[in-house]
Each structure stands twice: as structure tokens, then as C-alpha cells.
């Protein structure tokens, strides 16, 4: 049994007996104290159990989506257009045809493309890969695209399209176009109009399908010719977009295709170095920023270890009772990582940082009581500084841990899902590490600390063990002097802070600098405005979207509005009919035949006569087709004068017959597939580089509106998140869900704040029993966040979206300190000194400002904001608990309720 305390300085209405809690700890110690091992035994297997239980059923969510509340209505629309849509979150590989100088390489760009493409397709770790739209999709969409007078031509002239679909060459092409001319001119007076009509529209267009190989000949049946690259705006970017199979039980989500991409471009850059490469988009960034994070937390988690080691070798002069705070700690750990997962069975990206909620707040616990241990080994043996270790610290660490935990518990109020997460996990977890500290820590101690058979002095570390000076007593005078100056300093700082400090809303500049994904990123938005972010609005027809389209064009914030009215022609009743009609026409075609029908320059001149012929009749009722005659005439007789081996040479000659039968080859082809587009859905028709991001599976319509300048900052993203409201109430897409998170977290905080304040004051008088020293508390760690805000603003630190948590986690540090402070005051600590106790909050403050602070090495500047606002909080935090506060204890009037036991 521990000796009887002393009760110098105690209150008299208090010294004759224990407080409740002093009791249950003292009952709590006994146990312990009988059973260490079956207790240490039993929660090393308890928390065996629970890591193997849980290791299975907590799955990594690295889905940023997920960071979003499902009950928001803003989410359930962007989760509902995900579902409508897909994932439209690309990857770009990004060529400047420039190139470093900024002069134009003919060629090397497209190149460029090229080897990409071919690189990259085939990938397993790679969904899709675009860089073009192919000729053969092109021509299936051609009877969607084309305006709906060509289409009709095209069905007038629906009797030649079996032939040219079926034409082994030119030459059977040519003899149906010939006599269908012979059969106008022989009976065309005869014959019905509608019949007529049709007759000299099939003509014309095979006609005109041989003519489009003579020079300058516009484009026939057979265009076109070429693939159309996805190029910008400004014709100075080409793009080639990647959609990588995403892995978000990882945190690495593409790290295998991001591999494979970069080495792709790697090797098209030595092979094109006339050209610049790089690599974007929302995929590639949100991986380099979690690289660049894993290296940066695993630089600084390893010298805040080496620093914190140190600390500990100095403080504690050997590394046996760390490491047994670090066992019971650890067992915590577990069971925390047991709750995450029947809680909610997966750690998002903010929740998956609880551990730094534990280190930085629930590894104190075991400080302050290993601290009050070594206190009363200085005089008394293992077992009773066991039990005056249970009696001081852990009352503490109650009421610290609940205000703590209760803090982030208030996260669960919010409307944040990824705070909500992270303060449900890290509260909870907060609870559970006291309970293992509480419990495991004394029972390892009387296990294995029998460095001393009996009390005596050199058998504890100097430090904690250290007697207080003479002189240590608090007067009012001095307390008032500390005082003013604190609440001075506190007032200057809040006021710096609040009129220089800001909040970075640009993630991009929470990014490494130099980092190549970032620096694209830039040079994309520099020469198209910001073409990775679009806002989404859907439409269930075709009616729909021009009013859309218009509406959104007329705000200023809004850039390129695209849809696929871009790519395809209003949808109509008679175009369907007409596409129909066409497909049936080709469709109707004879067995290709084996050879082809001879033919040669004078029958081109035969048939070009005739055409001539045909126009001078139509003359007078119909000039402009007249006109169009005689152009097709005269580009039949150049082409007749090429394939004439009498002007130019049988080799000449030879060339440009095979360049007409070419032309009869591709108007066949084009019509097949034409034939072929007309028949699919619209989805179908449409090219796979643009499909997904126009019509969805179920047949909706996407209207994507891109922001006229750059949304990373948050001035322009609210203008147009307003501008695409105003236009479409149900707009949704990435614009939408960053402004509304923002704004999400903003008012969290702000309530979080609110209930923090309230639950903080209300926990504080519970336990205290006294307004003014509840109020002393609060205010040393008010004046402590003053100073870090008003130092953070000095030394240029923003407060962003990668440093937002730290201020709960100074709190928890905060009033944590604070509570142990005002407990050791009510001992009498005033007048005869804080011993361990201020000792250990200096210590917990220091390991917080090295753990913390290694990651103002960081290359990431958001880890590296997060670093030194710890680093800066817990110092001030510490200074005001164990300098401001007792002054303000005094101030108040506090009167010491216990003695101080045997230390």
C-alpha cells in the first residue's frame, strides 16, 4: 500500500478524503497490481485477435468520391451521372508540335501520336486509349453528321448505291452511270419524273464518285480520307486520352498503368525530340501528389523517429519503459483498426490518418503517466508508484482523452462524410488507446521494471525525478504580468493572422513543385482555359439540348460548351426514314462481281459529253444543278485527259486509272459502312473517342460545359458553378462537387467549432467543478491557437485542405495539457512547483513538434503546411499550458483541493 499523503497546501473543505475518481483508481491499481500477467497476456491477445479479425474486413478506399456524403444532394447527382456515364476521369499524354523552340514541325506531332497510340493499346492495365477518330468512323457516322439535304440527295440516288457498294473497280461504276444517261436520253421523256429524277441522281453520284480523283476534286462517297486527331483549340496540343483501370482498394489506384504510360512517352520522346510529351489529368495528379506524399511521409516519419528516439534516450536515459508505453500504445492501435472495422469495414483518404490522431494526441497518455511513475520512484518502491501513478495520471488522462475524443466525435455532426470518417475513428481510437495505456502500461511495469528492490535516489531518470528549485511559487503580481503579456501577444498574433493569413483553395499549389503532371496541367489550361473540368448536364432527347446550349453560352464563365449535336445533326422523323432507306439500298447489292468492266479515257469523255448534254436541258428550270453538271463534266475530261496514255504516257496514264479505280474501292467501302452507321443506335455511330461522353448506355444526352479560365482558384470555380446553375438547376460534374466540398468542409468546421467550444466548456466544468478555472483552461488554449495563427501567417503558411485537421488535433493536445496542468495545480503545484508533471507536457509537446515538424521537409507543399502548423501549434500549446495557464490559475483564484502523494 502507498504511504499516506501529505496533505500540505490541501483544501480543507477536500484533504479528509479521496475524490471518486482517486478511489476507482485506486481500485483499478490493486487489480492491475495482483493480476499483471494475466492482464498484459489477455490484451496482447486480445489485440492479436482484433488485428487478425479486421485484417480482412478493412478495405482501403482511395476513391476521392468517397470523401463526399451520400445524403448530400449534390453528391447523389454526381453519383447518378457516374452511374448514367461512367468514368470520364482521362489521363492526357499531352504533345506540343512546337516543340521547344515554338516553331511548328510538320508532322512530328501527329508522328508522335502515332507511336503513342500504338504503344499503349493492348495494355492490360489500360480500359481504353483515343487519340484519333478513324476514317471507318467517320463514314459511319457520315448519314447522322451530313445535313439532311445531302442525305436526301443520297436517297434519290439510291438505285446506284447497290452497284458502287458491290464495284470490283472504276469501270462498273462507270458503265451503270453511262447507261443510266443513255436511258435519260432515249426514253427520259417517257419516263415518270420521280423515275427521271432518280435516274439522273444515280448517275451523278457514281459519276461523281470517279471524279473526285481528278486534282482539286472535292471529297465524294469516299471521304474521307484521313484520321482527325484530338487536337485543341488553338491547334497547338494534340491529346491522347487514356482511361486506366483504377484500383481503389489501393492507395496507389493506377500505379501499374501510370508505369506503363510513362515509359510509353518516354521512349516516343527519344524518338521524336522535335516535339514536347508530358502527362495530366485529374488520375495522373491525384497519383503523383499520393507518391510524392508516401516518399515525403516516409522521409519525415523516419527522422522524426531518429529525433524522437532521442528525445527519449535523453528524457528517459534507456529505452525500457518507452518501449513498454509503446506495446500498451500499440494495443490500442489495434483495437482501433478492429473499430474502423465494424464501424465502417474501410479507411477513406482522410480517415486512413487516424494514426497521426493517435501518435500525436494518444501516445501522451503513456508520457504523463510514465512521468508521474518515475516521479515516485524517486522516493518509493515499484508497486506503490504504480498505484500513485494510477491515482494522479490517469484521472488526467480521463478527462483529457474524453474531451479529446469528444472533439473529434463532434466530426460526426458535420456533413462531410471524410470528416465524419476520420473524427468517428480518431475519437473512438482515442478511447481505446487510454483504456490499453490505462491498463497494459502498469502491468508491464510491475512485470519487468525490477531495476530497484527498494526505493533510493540515482535509480530514475534525472529528468522526471528532478526536485523543483527553490522559489517556484506563483504570486498574483507576477501572474498578472504573465497574463497581460500572454492575452497581449494573443491579441497582436489573432489580429496578424486574421488579416494576412488566407485559406489556399488551389490544389495545384498544394503540390510538389517541378512536378511534370502539375506544369502540363498549366500549359493545357494556358492554351484552352481549364479543358479538364467540364460541368455535366444530361437531357433525356435531342429537343432538349439547343436551349441548353444557348442558356449556358450566355454567362461569361462558360467556355466551349460541346454535346453531340457537335458531332451529328438534329434527330428528326424524315432522317431516320431517309437513313433507313439508304441502308436498305446498300444492303441490296449483287455478289461483288470477279472482274471488272473494261473502260478507258474515251468513255469517261463518252460519259462527261452527256453530262453536258443533261445540263444544257435542265438550264433553264434548274440552273444551279445545271451548274453542278458542268463542273462534274469538266472534272471527268481532266480526269479523261490523265488516263490517256496519248498525252501523257502509258505510265502516267497507268496511275491515274488506278487512282480512279482506288476511288471506286473507297465509295464502296464508305458505303458499307455507311450503310452499317446508319443502321446502329446514335451511341453506336458515334467514335469511341467521343462516345462515353455524349450519349450513355441508357440513351441520355451529355451537354459538357468547360469554364472560360481557370477553376483551379476559387474565384472563377464559384462564378461558374453559379453560371451552370443558373443555366441547368441539376448541373453536376467534378466543378460542382470540389466548390461544394469546399464549402461542405468550411460550414463543418464552423460547427464543429461551435459544439467543440460548447462541449469543451461544459466537459472542463464536470470535471473541474469550477467556472473560473474551466475558463482559465480554455482561454490558455485560446491564446495558444492566437499565436500559432499569427505565427503561421509570419512565416507564410496558408491554411488549405491537407492542414485543415490539425487544428482538432491541437486542441486535443491542448486542453490535454491543460487538464493535466490544472490537476496538478489542485495538489498544490501553485506553491510547490508542477514537478513531472509540466516536464511531461513539455515532452509530449516537443515529440509532437518533431514528429510533425520533420514534414516541413516535405516536397509537397500541403504535408509541408501541415508540418509546420503542428510544429508551430504544440509548441505555442505548450507554452501557454505550462507558462500561461498557471498564471491564469492563480489569476482565478484556484485553491489545491489534494496533496501531491509521495512524490
Given at each position: 500500500m502507498p504511504p499516506d499523503l501529505r496533505r500540505t497546501g490541501a483544501d480543507p473543505a477536500s484533504a479528509g478524503h479521496r475524490s471518486r475518481r482517486e478511489r476507482a483508481a485506486d481500485r483499478l491499481g490493486a487489480w492491475i497490481v495482483a493480476h499483471p500477467v494475466a492482464i498484459a497476456v489477455g490484451a496482447f491477445l486480445v489485440a492479436a485477435a482484433a488485428v487478425a479479425w479486421s485484417w480482412d474486413r478493412v478495405r482501403i478506399d482511395a476513391n476521392t468520391d468517397s470523401l463526399m456524403g451520400t445524403d448530400r444532394p449534390y453528391v447523389a447527382r454526381y453519383l447518378g451521372f457516374l452511374r448514367e456515364f461512367g468514368d470520364l476521369e482521362y489521363a492526357w499524354i499531352v504533345v506540343d508540335g512546337r516543340g521547344s523552340g515554338g516553331v511548328p514541325r510538320p508532322g512530328s506531332a501527329e508522328r508522335a501520336v502515332d507511336l503513342l497510340d500504338a504503344r499503349l493499346r493492348g495494355n492490360e492495365g489500360i480500359a481504353e486509349v483515343h487519340s484519333r477518330v478513324t476514317v471507318p468512323e467517320q463514314r459511319r457516322l457520315a448519314t447522322w453528321a451530313m445535313p439532311t439535304a445531302d442525305l436526301r440527295g443520297l436517297v434519290t440516288a439510291r438505285d446506284a448505291l447497290p452497284g458502287i457498294a458491290s464495284a470490283p473497280?472504276?469501270?462498273?461504276?462507270?458503265?451503270?452511270?453511262?447507261?443510266?444517261?443513255?436511258?435519260?436520253?432515249?426514253?427520259?421523256?417517257?419516263?415518270?419524273?420521280?423515275?427521271?429524277?432518280?435516274?439522273?441522281?444515280?448517275?451523278?453520284?457514281?459519276?461523281?464518285?470517279?471524279?473526285?480523283?481528278?486534282?482539286?476534286?472535292?471529297?465524294?462517297?469516299?471521304?474521307?480520307?484521313?484520321?482527325?486527331?484530338?487536337?485543341?483549340?488553338?491547334?497547338?496540343?494534340?491529346?491522347?486520352?487514356?482511361?486506366?483501370?483504377?484500383?481503389?482498394?489501393q492507395l496507389e489506384v493506377i500505379d501499374g498503368p501510370l508505369a506503363a504510360i510513362r515509359s510509353a512517352v518516354a521512349e516516343v520522346r527519344a524518338q521524336v525530340p522535335e516535339v514536347e510529351i508530358g502527362l495530366t489529368g485529374k488520375p495522373v495528379l491525384q497519383a503523383d501528389e499520393m507518391a510524392t506524399t508516401n516518399r515525403d511521409m516516409n522521409l519525415s516519419s523516419i527522422v522524426g523517429l531518429l529525433l524522437c528516439t532521442a528525445l527519449f534516450m535523453a528524457v528517459f536515459r534507456g529505452v525500457r519503459l518507452p518501449l513498454m508505453a509503446l506495446a500498451a500504445f500499440l494495443v490500442g492501435c489495434a483495437l482501433t483498426y478492429a473499430a474502423a472495422a465494424l464501424l465502417y469495414g474501410r479507411l477513406n483518404l482522410l480517415s486512413i490518418v487516424f494514426m497521426l490522431v493517435l501518435v500525436g494526441v494518444g501516445l501522451?497518455?503513456?508520457?504523463?503517466?510514465?512521468?508521474?511513475?518515475?516521479?515516485?520512484?524517486?522516493?518509493?518502491?515499484?508497486?506503490p508508484s504504480v498505484q500513485h501513478m494510477m491515482r494522479t495520471a490517469v484521472p488526467s488522462n480521463l478527462s483529457g482523452a474524453l474531451t479529446s475524443a469528444g472533439v473529434f466525435l463532434l466530426a460526426w455532426f458535420t456533413e462531410f462524410q471524410g470528416l465524419r470518417e476520420l473524427g468517428v475513428v480518431s475519437g473512438v481510437g482515442l478511447l481505446l488507446t487510454l483504456a490499453s495505456i490505462v491498463l497494459v502500461l502498469p502491468a508491464l511495469i510491475v512485470i519487468f521494471d525490477h531495476r530497484m528492490a527498494r526505493a533510493g535516489p540515482g535509480a530514475t531518470p534525472a529528468f522526471f525525478a528532478r526536485r523543483e528549485p527553490a522559489g517556484v511559487a506563483i504570486d498574483r503580481p507576477g501572474a498578472m504580468r504573465t497574463t497581460a503579456m500572454s492575452v497581449a501577444l494573443a491579441v497582436l498574433a489573432a489580429l496578424y493572422g486574421l488579416t494576412h493569413l488566407r485559406f489556399e483553395t488551389n490544389l495545384l499549389r498544394l503540390q510538389a513543385k517541378g512536378l511534370d503532371s502539375v506544369e502540363w496541367e498549366h500549359r493545357v489550361i494556358d492554351d484552352s482555359a481549364a479543358a479538364s473540368w467540364f460541368g455535366a448536364s444530361t437531357v433525356d432527347s435531342m429537343d432538349q439540348i439547343p436551349p441548353l446550349v444557348d442558356r449556358l453560352r450566355a454567362h461569361p464563365e462558360v467556355g466551349q460548351v460541346r454535346s453531340v449535336l457537335d458531332a451529328v445533326q438534329q434527330e428528326t422523323d424524315e432522317r431516320a426514314q431517309l437513313r433507313r432507306q439508304f441502308a436498305n439500298a446498300v444492303e441490296a447489292r449483287p455478289p461483288a462481281a470477279d472482274a471488272d468492266t473494261p473502260w478507258g479515257a474515251e468513255e469517261l469523255r463518252g460519259a462527261a459529253g452527256r453530262v453536258s448534254e443533261l445540263a444544257g436541258h435542265a438550264r433553264r428550270e434548274a440552273p444551279a444543278a445545271a451548274a453542278g453538271m458542268d463542273g462534274l463534266a469538266g472534272r471527268l475530261r481532266a480526269l479523261a485527259d490523265l488516263c490517256d496514255p496519248s498525252r501523257h504516257g502509258s505510265d502516267a496514264a497507268a496511275v491515274a486509272r488506278?487512282?480512279?479505280?482506288?476511288?471506286?474501292?473507297?465509295?464502296?467501302?464508305?458505303?458499307?459502312?455507311?450503310?452499317?452507321?446508319?443502321?446502329?443506335?446514335?451511341?453506336?455511330?458515334?467514335?469511341?473517342?467521343?462516345?462515353?461522353?455524349?450519349?450513355?448506355?441508357?440513351?441520355?444526352?451529355?451537354?459538357?460545359?468547360?469554364?472560360?479560365?481557370?477553376?483551379?482558384?476559387?474565384?472563377?470555380?464559384?462564378?461558374?458553378?453559379?453560371?451552370?446553375?443558373?443555366?441547368?438547376?441539376?448541373?453536376?460534374?467534378?466543378?460542382?462537387?470540389?466548390?461544394?466540398?469546399?464549402?461542405?468542409?468550411?460550414?463543418?468546421?464552423?460547427?464543429?467549432?461551435?459544439?467543440?467550444?460548447?462541449?469543451?466548456?461544459?466537459?472542463?466544468?464536470?470535471?473541474?467543478?469550477?467556472?473560473?478555472?474551466?475558463?482559465?483552461?480554455?482561454?490558455?488554449?485560446?491564446?495558444?491557437?492566437?499565436?500559432?495563427?499569427?505565427?503561421?501567417?509570419?512565416?507564410?503558411?496558408?491554411?488549405?485542405?491537407?492542414?485543415?485537421?490539425?487544428?482538432?488535433?491541437?486542441?486535443?493536445?491542448?486542453?490535454?495539457?491543460?487538464?493535466?496542468?490544472?490537476?496538478?495545480?489542485?495538489?498544490?503545484?501553485?506553491?510547490?512547483?508542477?514537478?513531472?508533471?509540466?516536464?511531461?507536457?513539455?515532452?509530449?509537446?516537443?515529440?509532437?513538434?518533431?514528429?510533425?515538424?520533420?514534414?516541413?521537409?516535405?516536397?509537397?507543399?500541403?504535408?509541408?503546411?501541415?508540418?509546420?502548423?503542428?510544429?508551430?501549434?504544440?509548441?505555442?500549446?505548450?507554452?501557454?499550458?505550462?507558462?500561461?495557464?498557471?498564471?491564469?490559475?492563480?489569476?482565478?483564484?484556484?485553491?489545491?483541493?489534494?496533496?501531491?502523494?509521495?512524490?
Open positions: 473497280g472504276a469501270g462498273t461504276v462507270l458503265a451503270d452511270a453511262d447507261r443510266r444517261l443513255r436511258s435519260l436520253f432515249e426514253g427520259g421523256l417517257s419516263m415518270p419524273r420521280e423515275r427521271a429524277e432518280r435516274e439522273a441522281a444515280s448517275a451523278m453520284l457514281g459519276l461523281e464518285v470517279l471524279a473526285s480523283a481528278a486534282p482539286g476534286a472535292p471529297e465524294g462517297l469516299g471521304s474521307p480520307r484521313e484520321s482527325r486527331y484530338l487536337v485543341s483549340d488553338s491547334g497547338n496540343l494534340w491529346f491522347v486520352g487514356i482511361l486506366p483501370r483504377k484500383d481503389f482498394s501522451d497518455y503513456g508520457i504523463h503517466m510514465t512521468a508521474r511513475y518515475l516521479e515516485a520512484r524517486r522516493r518509493v518502491g515499484v508497486l488506278a487512282s480512279v479505280d482506288e476511288a471506286a474501292r473507297r465509295a464502296r467501302d464508305s458505303a458499307v459502312l455507311m450503310a452499317d452507321g446508319a443502321r446502329r443506335t446514335l451511341r453506336d455511330a458515334l467514335p469511341e473517342a467521343v462516345r462515353a461522353q455524349m450519349v450513355s448506355p441508357n440513351g441520355r444526352f451529355l451537354v459538357m460545359a468547360h469554364p472560360a479560365e481557370d477553376v483551379w482558384e476559387s474565384g472563377p470555380l464559384a462564378a461558374f458553378v453559379a453560371a451552370l446553375r443558373d443555366a441547368d438547376p441539376d448541373a453536376t460534374g467534378v466543378p460542382m462537387t470540389v466548390s461544394e466540398s469546399m464549402a461542405s468542409m468550411e460550414r463543418s468546421f464552423a460547427l464543429q467549432a461551435v459544439l467543440a467550444t460548447a462541449m469543451v466548456s461544459a466537459l472542463l466544468w464536470l470535471d473541474l467543478r469550477n467556472a473560473r478555472e474551466a475558463l482559465a483552461a480554455i482561454a490558455s488554449l485560446a491564446i495558444g491557437v492566437a499565436w500559432t495563427v499569427g505565427l503561421m501567417a509570419a512565416l507564410g503558411t496558408t491554411f488549405n485542405l491537407a492542414n485543415f485537421f490539425a487544428i482538432p488535433i491541437l486542441i486535443g493536445l491542448g486542453i490535454d495539457s491543460a487538464i493535466h496542468i490544472t490537476h496538478r495545480a489542485h495538489e498544490g503545484a501553485l506553491d510547490l512547483g508542477f514537478g513531472s508533471t509540466r516536464r511531461a507536457v513539455a515532452v509530449t509537446a516537443l515529440t509532437t513538434t518533431i514528429g510533425f515538424g520533420a514534414l516541413a521537409l516535405a516536397h509537397h507543399q500541403g504535408l509541408r503546411s501541415l508540418g509546420i502548423a503542428m510544429a508551430v501549434g504544440s509548441a505555442c500549446c505548450m507554452v501557454t499550458a505550462v507558462w500561461t495557464l498557471p498564471a491564469l490559475l492563480r489569476v482565478v483564484g484556484l485553491r489545491s483541493r489534494t496533496a501531491p502523494g509521495p512524490a
